[in-house]
């Protein structure tokens, strides 16, 4: 069984630009959710998804925003780029009900510069 | 934003020795899980738990699910050089997957 696929796995951006990353979950889990992983901040939630409705958001600014397709499949999108958004973001499916632990992808590893 | 209070912050020991690291909240966590990631990775679960009390093992890795919900910890026993990397606690509530992390112990292990 394939686990969490992130596309690509590294970016470079210039600040200023808008930068889309994709995740493909396992097989048969509806949620999908985001993270971001800086060195300083740790790990920290940005949003869920399921069933193409966003479930959750995080404390994050409105320059970070996603979605998710009928296939479970989402997407997160981050505008007008600045040098904090320097980042791995991770992405994590779940099974809906019953015990719903996260597993992760290998992250996309994004460079503002 | 929320942050578990996980310690240590990094262990440095012998291998073939026992670790032990814990996971504390203010708030109350439903369930709470382990995690190991290795540099350039994703996070990997180790264990889940899902009961106050609970006491789970996966091979080496022990894991308890504190009485007032509000702390965890794991042990790994025996450790070897494949054990090396950081480990997560995270806490969740109910079916929502807006987990709440620690900052993660480093693991070094000596040969």
């Known amino acids: 069984k394939a686990g969490v696929t992130q596309t690509p796995r590294y970016l470079i951006k210039t600040r200023g630009q808008q930068v889309t990353l994709s995740c493909s979950p396992i097989?048969?889990?509806?949620?999908v959710s985001w993270y971001q992983q800086t060195p300083g901040q740790g790990l920290q939630f940005l949003f869920e998804y399921f069933s193409e409705t966003q479930r959750n958001k995080g404390n994050f600014p409105g320059r970070f925003s996603g979605r998710q397709f009928s296939n479970s499949r989402s997407e997160m999108n981050v505008s007008t780029l600045e040098l904090g958004d320097s980042a791995l973001y991770l992405c994590?499916?779940?099974?809906?009900?019953?015990?719903?632990?996260?597993?992760f992808g290998q992250g996309t590893r994004l460079t503002v510069v | 934003g929320q942050q578990l209070n996980q310690s240590p912050q990094s262990m440095f020991i012998q291998e073939g020795e026992d670790v032990s690291m814990n996971c504390t909240s203010s708030s109350i966590f439903n369930t709470w899980l382990w995690y190991k990631q290795d540099p350039g990775e994703g996070p990997v679960l180790l264990i889940a738990?899902?009961?106050?009390?609970e006491l789970t093992s996966n091979g080496r890795l022990t894991a308890q699910f504190g009485i007032t919900r509000k702390d965890s910890f794991l042990n790994i026993s025996a450790s070897i050089p494949s054990d090396v990397g950081i480990y997560f606690c995270?806490?969740?509530?109910?079916?929502?997957?807006?987990?709440?992390f620690g900052q993660g112990t480093r693991l070094t292990i000596n040969p």
């Open positions: 738990l899902y009961k106050a009390g």
């Open positions: 097989s048969g889990h509806r949620s």
């Open positions: 995270a806490g969740q509530n109910g079916g929502a997957q807006k987990l709440v």
């Open positions: 994590a499916s779940s099974l809906w009900r019953g015990k719903t632990e996260a597993f």
